[in-house]
Each structure stands twice: as C-alpha cells, then as structure tokens.
C-alpha cells in the first residue's frame, strides 16, 4: 500500500460526463497518478464496495462524488464515503443541484417506470417492471430501490465544498488539481521540518460543522423554497471550488 494520499471517485444518478471531463485534463491526470493512489473509482479501476468498509475512517483524503441520490444504494455509498473522506466535493450541477436527473422530481415515481418499460419506444410486451427482490434458480437477486425524488448529496450528508458545471470544465479541474497538490506539498514541507508527519494533512482537514442559524432545502422543485447560497473559496481555481451553505438533509 502506497503512503500517498488517497483519492476516490463514485458516480451515482449522473450522465457520466463528470468522469470524462476528469478525463479530459489531459496530461495533467498523470499529476493525479503520481501525488495520489486512487482506492475506489469504479469507472476506472476494479474496487468493491467491501474494500471501502474495511478502510479506517477518514483514511482517504479527497472523494469527488458526482450524481445524485435517486436509490438506496446511492444514499449507502454517500454516508459510507463521508464516513472515509477527510475532504468531501460535490463534483458537477446533478451532486450540487439535481440538474437533468432532477426533473424527474416533477412526475410521480409510477410515472416514470410506465414512461420507461411500457411506451411506444419500449419492447415489453409482458409487462415485465424492475423488482427490488427477485426470487431466481441461482438465489435471491436484489436491485437498488428508487425514491420517490432525486436528491442533492448536501441533502443526505454533509459536503466540504462544491464544484459546479455540467460538467465543470477541464481547466478548472485541472487548476484545483494544482491547487491540492501545491498544498500538500507546503504540508509535507512543514510537516518534515516540525518533525510532526502525522500533521501533514491538517490544512486540507474538512471544514468543520458550523451552527446553522437558519434552515434551507437546497432543491426547489421538491420544496418549494428557495435554495441557500454557498459562499466562495477564492482559489487558484478561479472560484471552482465553494463552501457549501446550509441546507437541510431530507
């Protein structure tokens, strides 16, 4: 096992263009390989979800989480990658704020499974819907179970900082790349000459929860009200990355 800081990466109710845009940075993903071991990034690389548990909480460093949550499997991996990650981003529109996936949130769940698997443009002519449990020969056979609504990863746990965009742009990702690795370095830096490698990391520690004088839900289409306004982390990234509001979990 590498002493490198550890990076995750999950998509859960997304396009998946977040990943490709992750992609797109070009050269500047070997920047990623070579500051970084990369532990759970399931469109890249074998991981399972038992090779997470089994890690010590808060044992790696940053986790981009990009989709929403639209199943119980999404909403698992969100508390379990919390429970890991020091630093935790809303990566991309569908993890800050629903985006396309969100409009679902418009029609009923009924609605969207007869859309689905029993319209013009669908082949089924036995009716045959997903179940959450399927007695087969080979043993019982499970599926995720959809909500009622799509939520916003700020809704289920708390988020260190939100990166936007549908997807974001290279060139921003790439800056925060430069930014984390810049700090890292200063950390190890410090760390070497305090003696003190345990601290290394300190400065990239999540944000701490803060008192939440007021209360907001952060998705409109299923509250109504409005959604809170994040602040700005100024950065090099050139305001890729914000501190994330207040919002209220579902």
């Not at 800056?175 to 070497?192: H, M, N």
């Amino acid at each position: 096992m590498s002493d490198k800081p550890k990076f995750a990466m999950y998509w859960a109710a997304s396009c998946g263009g977040c990943e490709i845009a992750v992609l797109n940075i070009g050269e500047k993903i070997l920047d990623v390989d070579a500051n970084f071991e990369p532990v759970f990034w399931p469109v890249a690389m074998d991981a399972k979800y038992k090779d997470v548990e089994e890690m010590e909480d808060g044992s790696i460093l940053l986790t981009l989480w990009n989709g929403g949550i639209r199943n119980d499997e999404n909403e698992h991996l969100a508390h379990l990658l919390r429970k890991k990650s020091q630093i935790l981003v809303a990566f991309g529109s569908c993890a800050t704020e629903g985006c396309i996936p969100g409009l679902a949130n418009l029609s009923p769940l009924s609605e969207i499974f007869e859309t689905a698997f029993h319209t013009v443009s669908t082949d089924n002519p036995d009716n045959i819907y997903p179940q959450p449990v399927f007695q087969a020969p080979e043993g019982e056979l499970t599926l995720p179970t959809m909500y009622p609504v799509l939520k916003t990863l700020a809704q289920v746990v708390d988020v260190d900082y939100y990166m936007p965009g549908c997807p974001p742009e290279s060139h921003q990702i790439a800056a925060v790349i430069d930014l984390v690795i810049q700090v890292l370095g200063q950390s190890r830096t410090a760390a070497q000459r305090l003696g003190h490698r345990g601290r290394k990391f300190d400065r990239l520690r999540r944000v701490q929860t803060r008192p939440q004088p007021e209360i907001h839900h952060r998705f409109p289409s299923h509250s109504g009200s409005r959604p809170a306004r994040p602040g700005t982390v100024h950065s090099r990234a050139g305001r890729a990355l914000q501190r994330p509001g207040h919002p209220q979990r579902m």
